[in-house]
């Protein structure tokens, strides 16, 4: 792994933890608790299309789940070199674990971006 990308991986890592661990626990909240228990009103399905609708919205849920994709990423290839000593699959693991993030916020821009208009 390049030396000059490591500390962008970094800030990928830490950005994707700190969205982790402040917006999940509030949309776990709503959609797990809030919404089925009736302590809030559900939202209409026509209320969240609209919402999604709007190029603000489609930025906040890239946001929300590409960046912890790329912490995942982070995390699980120090998990490979540390936790089982894989040091010799370097560079096999590194494009594994990126390469999946990027992959999977492709396939979130993609549905974000064609999701019906």
Do not use: K
């Not at 500390?7 to 982790?20: D, E, I, N, Q």
């Not at 995390?75 to 096999?92: A, K, P, V």
């Amino acid at each position: 792994m390049s030396e000059r990308l490591t500390p962008f991986l970094w800030l990928l890592f830490s950005a994707g933890g700190t969205v982790a661990a402040l917006l999940f626990p509030m949309h776990a909240l709503l959609i797990a608790l809030a919404f089925p228990l009736g302590w809030l009103p559900a939202p209409s399905y026509e209320a969240l299309h609209a919402l999604v609708q709007h190029p603000i919205t489609r930025i906040y849920i890239f946001v929300l789940i590409s960046l912890p994709l790329f912490h995942w990423a982070h995390r699980f290839r120090y998990t490979l070199y540390d936790g089982l000593q894989l040091y010799h699959l370097t560079n096999f693991i590194a494009v594994l674990c990126y390469g999946a993030a990027l992959a999977g916020s492709a396939a979130m821009a993609y549905v974000l971006l064609t999701f019906a208009q």
